[in-house]
């Protein structure tokens, strides 16, 4: 082939690309020919440079003139070169004459500063790669889909280090197989064409064993979408076997305690009923047994005010009986405790008149009132029913309880008692009562003892009123279990108020007389 059909052939593929120079220089290094979209880059045209030395057109350092000189010699010649901050590939060969003589040489010179970046930015990211790859503290090896081994990590090789090497293995000669076992997570992975993990246990030879997950993930071909292989990753877990197992251990023991613990607090809570209930009958029993001979000391008193008697002798009598009732409400009092603690109280539910029974209670007190020159009235509202269905004894009492209070700590004004609807709802309705005196009121840091067993606003020795504090602590225990709820308003000099709300059932038609 002809020079110019070499350049021409040269020049057509040098024109595919626009960063591709094709020149042409006879035997003394002079140009004979320029070519191709390239020449930009020295700011030239095709054509440009014919006649002249190759090395000042092309502004070749004195290394690549002495390497030009050589390809002049028959030494082809491939140079990488920096010209304006870019990268040139060039590549120099010698042509002939027919008579086998060299007559020039002919080059093809292209711009590769992108495709080097690229290049360096691949050698990079693989070098990269490759590090994390080699870092990763987990077994990783890469398999194809005949479970063979392509490539290794450094812990896979310490891992199975008496099986190196592994590149070029079956990967079940880890598990000292002939084959891959049926259970593999990678035979799985190829099956289904997903991760697939296992964890398992694997026994060493001069050690105890341990414990590994197995990670399959499959890889695929860009180009095609085929399955080509796995990478596999084992994970050492014995530590974190070793933890949940001790955990295990712990919260088995804790449990233990805690069930043993349990079943002795439950034999205690047994214990401490038993003796509760024992106790709170035996109170019942002895407070029915005082009160019969009391009741006789009391009706004996009685008979003794309607003789003559001298007026020392009467004062004694009638102090007799002051001391005998006061004596008799402190029994009652226990005795009413007692059954609620002993669970022997019990509820009644008949029909009743509300108005009778609230009167009736007031009725009991007033002659107490009078003598103490104190008022004691009682108002109803307009929708208070007067047949209500419930356990009228149990409601008397908590009214006396209540109002009997109001007058033990009422020195001057009176005592009323307010009967309210609350709420109505076909057959039923709530009550409320309000006993609401003029007394010495209570201190908003003791009202939460108002309502305690056993407790006394003023427990001292010189206290002015009398009362084992269980009066209240019954009445709330009695309102509750009636349904109802109690509570008290009050401000220490000004009076209080003790109300309750009882929920009844009515007769179909409630506001019957």
Known sequence: MSFPSIAEEVLRVANLSPNLIVFAADSQGILTYTGGNGLSCFNAKPGDGVGQNIADFFGYTPAIQAGVMKVLEGEPLYTITV????????????????????????????????????????????????????????????????????????????MYAKYMPLVGKKCYVTAQLDCICPDCPTKKTFEIKEQVTLEHYKQLDDELGMWLTHSSYPLFDSQTGNMTGAIVVIRDIT????????????QTELEARVERRTHELQQAKTVAEKASKAKSQFLAMMSHELRTPLNGVIGLSDVLLDMNLQPEQLEYVELIKTSGHSLLILINDILEFSNIEAGEFSLKNAEFNLHETVQSAVGILTVQANERNLGLSVTFGTNVPHRVYGDQGRLRQVLLNLIDNGLKFTQTGGIQICVSNEDSRNNSTVIRFEVIDSGIGIPEDMHHLLFQSFSQLDSSATRLHGGIG?????????????????????TEGEGTTVWFSIPFKCPPDKDAK
């Open 470 to 490: 269980l009066g209240l602590a019954s009445s709330k225990k009695m309102i509750e279990l009636m349904g109802g709820t109690i509570d008290v308003n009050s």
């Open 83 to 158: 010209f304006n901050g870019r990268y040139f590939e060039r590549r120099l060969f010698p042509t002939y004459g027919s008579d086998g003589a060299i007559t020039g040489l002919i080059g093809v010179s292209g711009d590769i500063t992108e495709r080097r970046a690229a290049e360096e930015e691949r050698d990079t990211q693989k070098e990269l790669l490759h590090n994390l790859f080699s870092s990763i503290p987990d077994g990783i090896f890469i398999i194809d889909t005949e479970y063979t081994i392509l490539r290794t990590n450094p812990a896979m090789e310490k």
């Open 239 to 250: 530590k974190r076997k070793q933890d949940e197992l001790e955990l295990h251990k712990y």
